[in-house]
T-cell receptor, first 113, second 114 residues
Framework: GESVGLHLPTLSVQEGDNSIINCAYS??????FIWYKQESGKGPQFIID?????DKRQGQRVTVLLNKTVKHLSLQIAATQPGDSAVYFC????????????FGIGTKLQVIP | KAGVTQTPRYLIKTRGQQVTLSCSPI?????VSWYQQTPGQGLQFLFE???????NKGNFPGRFSGRQFSNSRSEMNVSTLELGDSALYLC?????????????FGEGSRLTVL
């Protein structure tokens, strides 16, 4: 039979522009959130994380924003580069420390040179 | 420092067979997690081991099992394979016992069930 795959949201961004990838999480008990990047043929790679007692955290060229009121997470990438093209996953951990991480469906970021 | 190593990288099995996948975590990492990635369901948590103990398990049937050895290496086994088990199986290791650190993923074992 025909298989139905997840329709990945796609974000196309011009090189040099800023990218904003959004994510809605479901479990209000989640206290730890992570963004991962997955390039074709590779496993996911950690980008940045944030705990529920924070609402913003910055890394190198990336910023994560957390809005617990509406259960929303976003990843901002400054000065997007071609190497940023990948699928980005937000993930939440509500297992109280047992590394049971729930991943979102992902967003495909396409950088236009 | 070597990353997470998964073997085999690719394998083809037929329905009804069983398969064992292996994962060697980063040296010093004691937590190993397994995930299944498919186009239809995305990344789904299978189970997590720490110090040879399974601490958490996802919503998969009993055909999916795993174990961890004293050197932190882990294996997962799928018995009585079904077509729907075709997927990329990812292993991740973590230094921390608690969710205070990132997961380091291997490149996965791609299983095709015919």
């Amino acid at each position: 039979g025909e298989s139905v795959g997840l329709h990945l949201p796609t974000l196309s961004v011009q090189e040099g522009d800023n990218s904003i990838i959004n994510c809605a999480y479901s479990n209000s008990a989640s206290d730890y959130f992570i963004w991962y990047k997955q390039e074709s043929g590779k496993g996911p790679q950690f980008i940045i994380d944030i705990r529920s007692n924070m609402d913003k955290r910055q890394g190198q060229r990336v910023t994560v924003l957390l809005n617990k009121t509406v259960k929303h997470l976003s990843l901002q990438i400054a000065a997007t580069q071609p190497g940023d093209s990948a699928v980005y996953f937000c993930a939440e951990d509500s297992s109280g420390g047992y590394q049971k991480v729930t991943f979102g469906i992902g967003t495909k970021l396409q950088v236009i040179p | 420092k070597a990353g997470v190593t998964q073997t085999p990288r690719y394998l083809i099995k037929t329905r009804g067979q069983q398969v064992t996948l292996s994962c060697s975590p980063i040296s010093g990492h004691r937590s190993v997690s397994w995930y299944q990635q498919t186009p239809g369901q995305g990344l789904q948590f299978l189970f997590e081991y720490f110090s040879e103990t399974q601490r958490n398990k996802g919503n998969f049937p009993g055909r999916f099992s795993g174990r961890q050895f004293s050197n932190s290496r882990s294996e997962m086994n799928v018995s009585t394979l079904e077509l729907g088990d075709s997927a990329l199986y990812l292993c991740a290791s973590s230094l921390s016992a608690l969710n205070t650190g990132e997961l380091f993923f291997g490149e996965g074992s791609r299983l095709t069930v015919l």
